[in-house]
């Protein structure tokens, strides 16, 4: 269903809740006056009767025939009134032009009341004349009072129904005229190339519409940054493969031409590091794919367990390096993360593998735990201050060289904010340097 269409019936269905209520408080309020005026009408007519027989001005014949009352009148609703003249004993006295035979109320004393005659309801209002010894019915039918109402109300829905399709038909257009700005805005963005990502051009814009413009242009902005970093990575990740393959090549074209078998050695243990410098590379651009598309999964991790399990893996390259590696995790830490364990496996992973990297030989790498805090530290030469602030950023590298990839910190910073901890890698003192690893709930 269309928003337009939509907005239409809520409309029309409000407008016509609105009328219908309308007519049920005119309907009411129109029979409570027509009973109040009417009403009046009944007690002044019977009085106006029993004053004129008191007056003497309506004689009561003597031979026993009614008489005939004439009523004074005041419109057609007169002719609707019915008058009966009643002695105290119970004789008919006297009566107007077509008030029915039977008494019309058997109610005594004066004021209103209801009584049927012949199947009819009629509203009476009787007047008591003791001097006279006579009472005065003046009545009319319940009937004439509810088509009086139905005539209100039928004048009243009468224009409703010429009224209620031209309010439709400008509902329908007013809606359409009102929802044209957002119209013309998906006509904007449909004709949009995908490769444009500038903001909406400026404009006059419908308060409504505000938020979602500032929206789009927010998400227009963040997504124009992450094809940048994606354009970034892409060609970052080219040149660093394209390094160690150039090399691979050099090296297999000396050991195929070496003249000796010590340069042929050399050739074929430079050829091996280039290797393990482009499996680490690509194990890694493998691994913060990874991580950022790791969901949410809540785990209970045993710190210890995962301290021993990362310097288990890493053993081989400590050992080549003639590094010391050392995890001082107490037993049964462990701690609620609100995502994977591979998370923090990866950040505390990538940073033992760059303090290895960094440590010279006879070095030792350290993994101690205090409250919800991992730490790592080296013997290295530590990150230079001028290149502190840009140390998480993917393929920075220190200025030690190596064969770091320039993924390892920024592999670590990218699975703590998914798992809603942080990295930190405070200035030190001395040689070495430290990485925190800050648990989520710190």
């Known amino acids: 269903m269309s928003l337009r269409l939509r907005l239409f019936l809520i409309l029309a269905l409000a407008t016509g809740a609105i009328w219908f209520s309308a007519v049920i ?3 009411h309020s129109t029979r409570a006056q ?3 005026v009417l009403d009046a009408r009944l007690a002044e007519a019977a009085r106006m009767v029993s004053s004129l027989l008191s007056d003497r001005r309506i004689a009561m014949a003597g031979d026993g025939a009614p008489v005939a009352i004439p009523l004074d009148p005041h419109g057609d609703y007169a002719h609707q009134l019915s008058c009966q003249i009643w002695s105290l004993q119970g004789t008919l006295v006297g009566q107007s032009e077509g008030a029915p035979q039977a008494q019309l109320t058997g109610d005594h004393g004066t004021g209103y009341s209801e009584s049927t005659v012949d199947g009819e309801t009629w509203r009476v209002y009787t007047v008591e004349n003791a001097a006279l010894g006579v009472r005065v019915m003046v009545g009319d039918s319940l009937g004439v009072r509810d088509r009086l109402v139905s005539g209100v109300i ?4 009468l224009p409703m129904a010429l009224i209620l399709p031209l309010l439709a038909a400008a509902l329908w257009v007013s809606l359409g005229r009102g929802l044209a700005p957002m119209h013309r805005l998906a006509e904007a963005l449909r004709l949009r190339s995908p490769s444009d990502l500038a903001p909406l051009p400026a404009g006059p814009v419908p308060a409504e519409m505000r938020p979602m413009r500032a929206a789009l242009d927010d998400l227009f902005a963040r997504l124009g940054k992450a094809r940048e970093a994606e354009r970034d990575f892409t060609a970052f990740a080219a040149h660093e493969l394209k390094t160690p393959l150039a090399g691979l090549r050099t090296q297999a074209q000396i050991a195929r031409i070496a003249p000796d078998e010590a340069t042929r050695r050399r050739a074929l ?4 590091r280039s ?3 482009t499996d680490r590379l690509v194990r890694q651009l493998l691994e913060l794919s990874a991580i950022e598309r790791e969901g949410a999964a809540p785990e209970r991790v045993d710190l210890a367990l995962l301290g021993a399990e990362v310097c288990a893996d890493l053993a081989p390259l400590a050992e080549a390096r003639g590094v010391a590696l050392v995890s001082e995790i107490a037993a049964g830490a462990a701690r609620s993360l609100p995502a994977s364990a591979f998370l923090l496996h990866a950040a505390l992973r990538n940073l033992v593998e760059n303090a290895l990297q960094a440590s010279p030989e006879g070095g030792t790498v350290r993994i101690w735990q205090s409250g919800a805090v991992l730490t790592v530290e080296d013997e290295g030469p530590g990150i230079p201050e001028a290149l502190r602030a840009r140390a998480c950023e993917r393929f920075v590298r220190g ?3 190596g064969d770091g990839s320039g993924l390892g910190l920024a ?3 990218v699975a703590m904010e998914r798992l809603g901890g942080r990295l930190e890698l405070p200035a030190s003192a001395g040689q070495g340097q430290r990485a925190e690893v800050h648990l989520p709930g710190a």
């Open 269 to 272: 243990h430079n050829i091996e």
């Open 34 to 36: 027509v009973t109040r």
């Open 399 to 401: 200025t030690q060289g």
């Open 275 to 277: 290797v393990d410098r």
């Open 411 to 413: 592999i670590a910073r």
């Open 25 to 27: 408080w005119i309907e």
């Open 154 to 157: 039928e004048g009243l829905l």
